[in-house]
Each structure stands twice: as C-alpha cells, then as structure tokens.
C-alpha cells in the first residue's frame, strides 16, 4: 500500500492536470484573441458563461444529446465572440482613431462595460432560477490505484487536447493559420500582402470564443450553469496567456496552464484550500512586475487604419 502522503499527492496531480487542461483550453483561446487582435477582451468570461447556459437550454428544452449541446453551446460562443468584434469593438476601435483617443483604453471600457451589461442580463433573465444544470451526462468515478478520475474529466481532457492539436495544425499548415501568423507579427505588412486584418480578427474571435465555450459547459456539467460562472476562468485565462507569452503556439499555451493546474492543486499540501487562487494571482503578479505588457505592441495592433479595419 502506497504511503498516505504519496496518495494525496498522486491524487492532486491528477486533479492538477485535469484543471490544469481547463485553463489550458481558455488560455489557448484568450491569447488568440489578444495576441492578433490587440483587444483586452474582458467579456470573454462571458461566452464561457453564454455557452453554458446555451448547452443547459437546448439539453432541457429539446433533449439534445451531451455532444449535441456542448457543440451548440460552443457555437453560441463562437458567434457571440464574432457580434462583439464586429457591432461593438470594431467601430468603437474606428471611432477612437478618428478621434484621436487611444484605443486599447476604449477597447478596455467597452469591454469592462459588456460584461456588466451581458452579467446582469443573464441574471435577469434566471431569476426563477439562481443556477441551471446541463443534463445528459453520466459521469461517474472510476478508481485507478490510489487515485480516482470521472468519466467528465476524460472526456473535457480529450475533447481539449483534439482541439488544442487541431488548431495547432490550423494555425501551422492552413492559409487561416498563415494569416492569423501574419496580422499577429505586423499587420500592417500583412495588408502589402492582401490580408484583411478585420477579417482576421473575426476568424479569432470565433476561434477563441469557441474554445471558451467548450471549457464552459464542460464546468457547468460539473457544478452548474451561474451568471458569473465565467469570471473566475477568466483570470486564469488571463495569467496563463500572459505567461505562455502573446507569441507562444496554443501548444505551449497549453502546456503552461497544465502547470499552473499543477502549482494550483499541488499548493494544498501546505496552503488551505481557499488561498489556492492567491497562488494563481501571485504568479501573474510577479510575471507583471518582471516582463510587463508591451502595451505598446497592443497600441500598435488596435491601430488599424479605418479604411483597412471596416472590412
């Protein structure tokens, strides 16, 4: 029998990883967002929530299947991604230039703005009800050893990493992924070459959205469909695309939010479970300070020309 103290710590590597897949799959999908489009796109942890409560819907409303749902609910976030970049991000970028105001401060706003009003909406709209469930999957616990998995932590696993592999192909050996590589190292040169970087940048808000959307019912059949079911994850999107680094390929993006999965559960050995998260921060805390934003960079991005960007 394998000593109490390795049990627990097998155990919370496991759980580690599991998680750390999780963040791995909305860090992957934030970064593609940020790093391309130039937007600090806060309402992200909206389409999480979004696709939730899609899935949940449409599970209970129509009984869809699992799979069913989930692909529903994640296209409800790959489309709610896309209204957002073109209705509301793309012409106040436009309005910004015009006016000469700096347009990742707008971008930051509207965005900060949208949550608030897309929160509250959702809330408004439950009120019969503080939390939906997502139905239609058996999960179940399986022991393995010391340790124990359900059935939902494999498959959001696998589902993930097919996904994380696909759109590593897409973005290294597509004429999508060419572009997207393009717009992200200089937009302005892309545009030399005929690429439209509004349409870019439509093509990776749905992508990122998508991917977040996933992650999100996969959490809701977990626990449950809340308003604010998407906030939390948001911050570990945040600090596992900043530390990957704005550059980085979805697989090493990938690889730093199992880590951070890892660091997160294993900190229980000898921090109560509720400081778990300052470890989270901690980490994005001493990143900042290290090797700040290259705001800069972002500027530059969110600097498209009107005539270029209106697509």
């Known amino acids: 029998m394998l000593n109490p103290n390795l ?48 899935a949940a819907w449409v599970g209970f409303s129509y009984h869809f299947p699992f799979w069913l749902a989930l692909l529903a609910g994640a296209l409800a976030a790959a489309i709610a991604g896309v ?41 408004l709209s439950t009120l ?51 572009m997207v590589r393009a717009v992200r190292a200089n937009w302005e040169m892309s545009l030399c070459v005929g690429i439209d970087p509004s349409l870019v940048f439509v093509a990776v808000f749905a992508i990122g959205s998508f991917l977040s959307g996933v992650a999100g019912v996969f959490q809701a059949t977990l626990t449950s469909a809340t308003p604010d079911l998407g906030l939390p994850p948001f911050f570990y999107a945040l600090v596992v695309a900043f530390v990957a680094g704005l ?24 921090l109560p479970t509720q400081f778990t998260p300052l470890v989270v921060f901690a980490i994005l805390f001493f990143y900042v300070a290290l090797r700040p934003v290259n705001l ?16």
Do not use: C
Not at 83 to 93: D, F, G
Not at 151 to 159: A, E, Q, R, S, Y
């Open 247 to 270: 550059t980085a390929g979805p697989l090493r993006i990938a690889l730093v939010g199992v880590a951070l999965g890892i660091l997160e559960a294993l900190s229980t050995m000898v």
């Open 83 to 123: 209204i957002m970049e073109r209705l509301i991000y793309l012409p106040l970028s436009l309005r910004a230039l015009s006016a000469g105001s700096d347009p990742l401060l707008v971008m930051f706003v509207a965005s900060l703005g949208l949550t608030v009003i897309l929160r509250n909406g959702i809330a």
């Open 128 to 178: 019969s009800s503080s939390s939906v469930n997502i139905v239609g999957f058996d999960n179940q616990g399986k022991n393995i050893g010391p340790v124990t998995i359900t059935t939902l932590n494999v498959t959001m696993f696998v589902t993930a990493w097919v996904l994380l592999g696909l759109l590593a192909l897409v973005l290294n050996y597509t004429n999508l992924g060419r």
């Open 296 to 311: 800069r960079d972002l500027r530059r991005k969110l600097a498209a020309k009107p005539h270029a960007s209106a697509g």
């Open 7 to 54: 049990d627990n710590f097998l155990q919370l590597l496991v759980n580690g990883i599991f998680n750390g897949t999780a963040y791995a799959l909305i860090g992957v999908g934030f970064n593609i967002i940020l790093s391309v489009s130039g937007r600090f796109h806060i309402a992200y942890a909206m389409t999480y929530t979004l696709a939730a409560y899609v």
